[in-house]
Structures are given as C-alpha cells and as structure tokens.
T-cell receptor, first 114, second 115 residues
C-alpha cells in the first residue's frame, strides 16, 4: 500500500531546463492535484484533475503543464524552469472530487532552480 | 474566491499545557469542509482533524479539538496536554464543494513545544 508516490524527492535544475515531476497513486483515486509550498504562503494549487483525461488550472498554473492519461498517474511538467519555481511540490489525491473526501499527500519533491 | 488566514506565524507551548491555533476564512458558500493538517520536519502532510460546515458539533480527535464558529468564519484548533511530538507546522485548510473541490490553505503556524 504505497499511497501517493512522488519522484524525484530532490532535483536541481538550471534556468531554462525542463523536467517532469512524477506522481503515482495506487488507491484508484479519481481526484489528483499538484501544490507548491513556499515560505509564508502555505500550499497553493497548481493544477488538478477530477478523472482520467480531465485537467484544470488552479491558482498558480503558469509555467507548468499536466496531463492525466491514466487514473494512476498525474505528472507535472516544468516547460522552462525559472528561479521563481524553486519550491517544494506536493501531489495529493482523493477517492473523488467530493469535498468530503480527505486528500492523501505524497512526501513532496524539493526543486531548486539556479 | 475563498481565502484562509492564520494570523499567528509562530506559537510556543509548554509540554503538557494547552495551546490554541487560530484560523479564519472567507467564503460565500454555505456548505464546505475545513481541515487542520500537521507538517513535521519530515515534510509529510498529516491530517489532524476535519469539520463539516453543516455540522454544528465541533470535531474532536483525542487531544485535538476545534472551535468552529460558522457565523464568524472561525476555525481554531486546540491541542490539549501538548507533547514534544506535536511540534510542527500546522495548516488550516478549506475545501470547497464547487466544481474542482479545491483545497485552499492558510500560510501556516509553527508550533514549538518546550520541555
């Protein structure tokens, strides 16, 4: 019972490079989402998905891309990394998009952009 | 858009004492959910307690309880008999019942527990 698995846990990029943060869940959850955590700002929603083939923007989507081709996976792509994207990223999922469902979080990925 | 405000960046409590963390939120919805999450140094997000807005009774989980004041849009967390393991960042969060059911977080409160 792995829950929500994020890879990599740490990554250092140079400005302009692209990369993908992977997120996989084995709980058959419909709802998946990506957050970034910055000091003094809490966690902010980047993108979310209510099911395979359906994605939508959150509060801070610029510079990020997502897709949901399977129920299990929800990768987050940084198209051209910028120092402002230095942050800790969390993937979270729940069994449905109902507000009653509690989100299960991954362990987080720390990204540094030089 | 909904917002969540935690006005205490840091709090300290003596071991075995009680501490209350404050949270206020702004929304036009009548039905929603409120959460407190704990983030220890390991960075893992751990659910502490959940409150359903349509329930007037305050949620309780062992040493953790909330004071939910819907009219005042206030959702404070009380930790009784504080333990060293309670030291962490605590986030208050609001989950909408609108499409997307977005979870909106406050900025967090660092809780330090003194022995």
């Amino acid at each position: 019972n792995a829950g929500v698995t994020q890879t990599p846990k740490f990554q250092v990029l140079k400005t302009g490079q692209s990369m993908t943060l992977q997120c996989a869940q084995d709980m058959n959850h419909e709802y998946m989402s990506w957050y970034r955590q910055d000091p003094g700002m809490g966690l902010r929603l980047i993108h979310y998905s209510v099911g395979a083939g359906i994605t939508d923007q959150g509060e801070v989507p610029n510079g990020y891309n997502v897709s949901r081709s399977t129920t299990e996976d929800f990768p987050l792509r940084l198209l051209s990394a910028a120092p402002s994207q230095t942050s800790v990223y969390f993937c979270a999922s729940s069994s449905s998009s109902s507000g009653a469902n509690v989100l299960t979080f991954g362990a987080g990925s720390r990204l540094t952009v030089l | 858009a909904q917002t969540v405000t935690q006005s205490q960046p840091e709090m300290s409590v003596q071991e075995a004492e009680t501490v209350t963390l404050s949270c206020t939120y702004d929304t036009s919805e009548s039905d929603y959910y409120l959460f407190w999450y704990k983030q220890p140094p390991s960075r893992q997000m751990i659910l502490v307690i959940r409150q359903e807005a349509y329930k007037q009774q305050n949620a309780t989980e062992n040493r953790f309880s909330v004071n939910f004041q819907k009219a005042a849009k206030s959702f404070s967390l009380k930790i009784s008999d504080s333990q060293l393991g309670d030291a962490a960042m605590y986030f208050c969060a609001y989950r909408s019942t609108e499409y997307g059911n977005k979870l909106v977080f406050g900025a967090g409160t660092i809780l330090r527990v003194k022995s």
